[in-house]
């Protein structure tokens, strides 16, 4: 939670001009005060904006010079009827409110990753992989010394966990297969530890993983890159706006082409290990009144509706979550723009 205050400043006429000239001078320097932790007994919307108020009235800190709220996206601070900022707005309409650009955009790609269940099956084979190694001290030293670098963590609450998984997965593809296999076939390891390797073996080894692999190793790095931004202390709210704004107009401009070199990258790595591509085909469902039934979806047109469909949620998630950053950007962001002053 962050409330922004602003400091009354009083002129007096006769040296009016004085003040005003030092004031365009010095340098103006933001900084963040720590208050203090609350005790909560209930975390409502009622109890948490009054505890917040009273809060600011005990440290004798006028309410009406808040300039601006900044909160997760929990309903219960974010709420429009009766969320918190909707309640300490109903006290001053000039608290601005917005939201927390890195957790808008933490949801967004988690939204758009939760809608198809092979998206679904993706990510958690990712993790699968590294609950297998981190589980033993042997194998997890035995990945080390075979790929030099260790895999990562997911994260539900911090998408850059996953860019980093999925980009260590993308590098060292090749020889992860090539350590699954000595797994599952070594007879020096256990029979779970060779039937856990194969499990996840053959989930790697699909002409879906392959694909997703590098679907989202590229979208994760766009979106890691403009997160990375956003938690630079120097950063204000017109130059996140901007970069968000990239962020949506890149995967908008460059959706075609992700997707098509994709599947390309899954096909020539199947061609590669001999994977068979086509494993069933996917029956469209009909209509009422419809007879006759359709040939269904190739696995290819499959995987390139699934991806599609997750670039076009990623696009209406963004719009959805940064409207308010976009209006607070529309009346106040040419005060951050020298071009335009």
Not at 214 to 240: C, G, S, T, Y
Request: charged share 30%.
């Amino acid at each position: 939670m962050v409330l922004c205050l602003t400091q009354r400043l009083m002129l007096h006429t006769e040296s009016k001009c004085q003040k005003l000239l030092d004031m365009l001078i010095k340098t103006v320097e933001v900084k963040e005060a720590f208050i203090g932790y609350i005790e909560m007994h209930s975390k409502n919307a009622e109890a948490t904006a009054k505890a917040i108020i009273d809060s600011l009235q005990s440290d004798s800190i006028p309410l009406e010079d808040c300039r601006s709220q900044c909160y997760d996206n929990a309903a219960t601070m974010s709420g429009r009827l009766s969320g918190v900022h909707q309640r300490i707005s109903d006290l001053n309409n000039k608290a601005l409110f917005l939201n927390c650009d890195n957790h808008s955009l933490n949801l967004a790609g988690l939204h758009c990753a939760n809608r198809a269940p092979i998206v679904i099956t993706f990510f958690g084979t990712v993790q699968s992989i590294y609950v297998f190694f981190s589980r033993s001290t042997s194998r997890w030293e035995l990945l080390k010394k075979t790929l030099h670098f260790t895999f990562k963590s997911q994260s539900k609450t911090r998408w850059s966990s996953r860019a980093d998984a999925v980009k260590a997965f993308h590098i060292g593809l090749h020889d992860l297969v090539s350590l699954l296999e000595r797994l599952s076939e070594d007879d020096t390891f256990t029979a779970e530890t060779r039937h856990e390797a194969h499990q996840l073996l053959q989930a790697v080894m699909s002409f879906e993983f392959l694909v997703l692999l590098k679907f989202w190793n590229e979208i994760l790095q766009r979106i890691d890159r403009v997160q990375k931004r956003l938690q630079d202390p120097k950063m204000n709210f017109h130059e996140a706006y901007l970069d968000i704004s990239a962020l949506e107009d890149e995967i908008k401009n460059s959706r075609e082409t992700i997707c098509s070199e994709s599947i390309i990258a899954g096909k020539e790595l199947c061609e590669e290990w001999g994977i068979q591509i086509e494993r069933r085909t996917r029956r469209i469902r009909r209509m009422p009144g419809e007879l006759a039934r359709d040939a269904g979806l190739t696995a290819e047109r499959e995987v390139m509706r699934v991806i599609k469909c997750a670039l076009d949620r990623l696009s209406t998630e963004m719009t959805g979550r940064f409207m308010r950053l976009r209006d607070l950007d529309s009346k106040f962001g040419f005060l951050l723009d020298i071009r335009k002053l």
